[in-house]
């Protein structure tokens, strides 16, 4: 089993807490990868929040490939950073030959663009550097998004930190809301797109366990919206429906865990918005899940998320202390980075929660 | 003695020889006063006894039981004279040198009638060459089938997509601001679709006893189709209709006598089925011979006795658009938009443009589509239709779930299929295989009969429905005939056997991993028969 | 003798000690004769379990701090197990005989499977906890004693032994014992404290009897005494506050109405066809009598010789005559046909009793 982990702070921490808190439960790692998602950065990025950032990993014709096309498109690069990299020997990594966190000032088309109008242009424009990149693996972008910073890459996930100098704190590259898992989520091939957290448009999830409606959910989602591609993992299902019932349907985050669990039927008929909640079931049937699966995500206003299959099936517990809330697979990551909590206030999620923490750092517990 | 001649039907003719052991024989009778078909009869036999060759040959009468010879009365297979034998001298076995039909069609120069089934299996049956091959293991766990809580739920009604769910948002609720399609949730196994008339009332309303029964004291929402013959009006006034869905087809049999109690009613109908063709006579109508037109069947139907027969398609229906308007409109404006109303279409080559174009109806009217196989059953039907005409269900299943997949409207228009479900003794595996391609739902009516004591099978035994000499008290309108069905026993052989199906599609829904129903979950599927796989689009294995 | 505690640090220098090295250290130490750990784990799993003392009469005491899963696991009678703050999944998994005490909460699968031993924890336990607990007659039942409450689908298939949940500090909670409980328990008991809901229709939900308190006062002093909570003995013992959980034995298990029952009482009256058919619900056997025949022997005496041949052929005695005039017992006659096949002068005709329910 995958374990995952999602850490939302008051202060800019930075990625190696992820690496420590993942340290205690390798149990579930395999190797097989790192990677991580940043968001609300502070350090280096905090001047240019607005502005979108490329997360991108390529070779070096995909590198300038990719900023062409940027440049034909009329983004304009403001700020460039790169990890420092400690290629030791022995490090268990298949590196790529670079890693490009650029951000750009948008095109001047753009300049009185609405909100909106600027998101679908970053869409398009990630949509098309990935297509453009994948003909002949060139690269792989994972995130074209304001205030957003994401790496991920195949092997071990310490020698992954030691490789990028991660296990060494910086100020430079920090964040409040961090995501991170310590292995690839698929049963299949190992490959980078493949790896958590997944990103879309501001939304983030991270999970663990089969996807046994993988199919159903896929062929649904394959028409639903543009952004709804690659399928390298079956956890993106839980990303894509979390982006369509949120952003495109507009419905409130706890119709998330009504879609994807959708309560029994004894339990609807006894509630008074229980039309509702049967079309709901009967709607969006294509993306209900039925396999043993923890998701943790974030949402584009900076609100973590926790949910569980409606079995629970898989463990997750949430602490917290005044700064900082984490959620993750196992107690052990909890207890190596906040020992000295109060243990009571741990949350131990059931089948039926939505645990929701505010950009406040109040975890709140709904009842589906 | 007669003199035979060579064109004169014989014995061998028939489809069946009686098998007949004089030597075991008590002659106690019951073989012959048990036969609903008259096939056979005491006949005192002149036999020469042994001679010495010095005395005149002497004769002795005997009495033996011997087979008629004629079109009318001649053995269908049945194996009631085996039943009641209590020696075991007396069986009907199959005759290879059967020439029958020959016979039969330059006899009468009309076209053979039989009822029950097809016996003209040259294709296999698909459904058995797909095994489960997915199993839960250790990725994801597996659910014990008699412990864990499974649903096995299927919606029927029209499914809007979410984004045309009339939702507002107040305070952070969603709220239904209008009217939405009628959508009900039920078991995903539709029992009946076999009309008053063709089966007897004794199996009707048994169908319905076990209908309500599973509903009300199992608390497993089971529905039952009508058929075209109407419904009985004290069903319809009860609040038992609300398990009933109603089915109109071309010949509009019994509606009179349901618009005239629709202000009556205490309870919607679970759905109007609009049954457009049926798999095992596809273009041919419905056919109920008048011997099974008994008084009743004339009353609720409004008509005499005669052989009735249904046009092949409805006559006010000349394209999609108008049965869309006329049928699907007027059905859901009767119960003022709060009934599903479904289709039944025999599957076929074009079945997929019927459910695209039914997918593409802006009225958001069409609330289920049935495809019906061609090993389906009937009452009664001629023979080429029933041999010769139809079109498998598994990869017509198929492509109309894929068909709406490609347009990203799989689930709104729900899919049932059937047609000879259950024919080689596993329903539930029929029925998961189904819905894993894509169904959201099976119906089957020949099962139930079988369940309720049908003898026929689908190698010729019996099948003689259209006749109205059922042996089993089942298809036939006989009185004596019918009071050999005790309704209670049939009603609750009915309930097991859906208890047993319900247990057993757990124990196939429990290793997939799945306690909601896997509606297009063929990723479980696998075959070793690669034409399978490829035109299915499951897993090839071997 | 008794050697001195050994204590192991899992983490150092950010170099973690993987849960095989640190097993087969504590192996290595217990060969040398030492039978007392302190361990700062790293999340290294089964701490604690499968052990026994190289003299074993002696006892093995594991101390730990953040063990990973399955601590205790497969553990001994002898062995104690004190966990300092929460543990995850699957802590005295297959317990067969240890004490484990944990100061904190337990991740899902606590208990799971233990049938020996004692499982003492101050906090929590989650999802699925006590499943398939047992008992070996031959052994001592387990017990698992947990403070406050557990998770959802608790003590599934459960067959034996003794779980006993406290409900401290739940008064916000709707189910001491979350949703779904008990599915499939054939065997054991539970003794629970506070409101619970959602419990599977398998088992019986009782008052405590005397025995049942006199286990749980005995039981309750030792559990607090190994928790430090001494103080909370009179609060946990108002004893209607607790109630007993045991399976539901077969004869006390709802049984449904036949369908024969449910058309006699529920259904339609008269039947569904009942206006148009008057029916007796009789049901007729193949080769009935009377009105079950198919078919009936008509006797005309234009041609009767009085030979008796059908009197005396007739296989049910049906066939009676006065004055020779023959006739047939319709209570007898099942309409076989033979008194029409052996008749030399024809008299005997069958007819059709085909007719119509009216």
New interface residues.
Partial sequence: MCRIGAIKSKKYLHPSIALKLMRSQQKGHDNSGFAFVMQDLGGIFAAHKDLPLLSMSATVEGTRRAEDILHNLGFTRVLQWSPEINNQKGLKIEPMPNYIFETFQYPKSHKYATKEEKEELLIDTALLLRKELEKDNAGFIFSFWPDTLTLKEIGSPKDIGTYFGLWEENEDLCAKVITAQCRQNTNYDIVRYAAHPFFLEGYTILANGENTFFEKNRDYQQSLYKGYIGFESDSQCFLYTLHYVNKILKWPIQYYKHTITPLPFEEIESRPDRDVLLRIKASLSHLEINGPNTILGVLPDGKMLCVCDSKKLRPVVIGQDEDTVIMTSEVTGINDIMPNRDISKDIYPNEKETIIVTNDLTVERWQQ | MATISINQLHMDDLPWIIEYDETKC???????????F?AI????EKRRKPSNGLQKPAFENI?VIKQNVSFENHCRGCG?CS??CPNGAIKAIRNPNDRYSVRYRAAKGDSLKKGGRSNLNTEGRTLDKIKIGRI?QM???SL?A????F?L?T?FGR?????K?S?E?KD?????SSQ?PP?R?IYPIIMGDMSIGAIS??MW?AM???T??LN???GIPVRMCTGEGGI????LK?K?VKYMILQIASGHFGWNRIIQAMPDMVEDPAGILIKIGQGAKPGDGGLLMASKV???VQ?IRGVPRADLLSPPTHQGLYSIEESVQKMFLSMNAAFNFKVPVAIKVAASVTSVSVYNNLLRDPYNIVGGFFIDGLAAGTGAAHEISLNHTGHPITSKLRDCYLAA?H??R??EIPLFAGGGLGQTGSFAADAFKLICLGANGVFTGRLLLEIAGCIGNDTGKCNACNTGLC?AGLAT?????????????A??NI?NYFLATDMELKKLMGP?????L??????ALITVDKHVANRLDIQYVC | MTKEEIYIKTLEDNKRMSTQELLQLITSKINEGYTNFKIDGCGQHNIGGSSWAKDRNEELTFRITNPGQRAGAMALAGTNIYIDGSAPADVGWLNSGAKIVVNGDCGDTAAHCAAGGKIYVSGRVGTRSGALMKHDPKFESPEFWVLKNTGSFGFEFMGGGIAVICGYDCDNINSVLGNRSCVGMVGGTIYVRGKIEDIADCVDIQSLCDDDINFLSSGLKEFLKEINQNNLYNELTIWNEWKKIVPLPDNKKEKNISVAQFRKTAWVENGIFGDFIQDDYKVYNLAATGEGRIRIPAWENNNCIDCKICLNNCPQNAIGNENKIYFSDSEKCIGCGICEAVCPKKCWEMISNRKEIS
């Avoid at chain 2, 008590?26 to 609903?36: H, Y």
């Fill in positions: 008590i002659q106690c009778g019951k073989c012959s006063a048990s036969c609903s008259n009869k005491p006949v005192v009495l009631m039943r009641v839960s990725t994801d766990p014990d008699a412990r864990h809580k649903e739920r919606p499914i809007l997509s979410a984004d769910l939702f948002n952070g609720k969603m709220q239904l939405l959508n949730w009332w004794r309303e319905a006893v076990a309500a029964y009300e004291v199992m009985p009006v004290r069903l009860s038992y008994a008084k009743y009353e997949v347009q990203g799989q689930g042996p309108q006989d009185v004596c005939l019918t009071k050999r069905l005790d309704i209670d026993v009603a609750q309930v997939v991993g799945n306690s909601t896997p509606i297009g979950r063929s990723d």
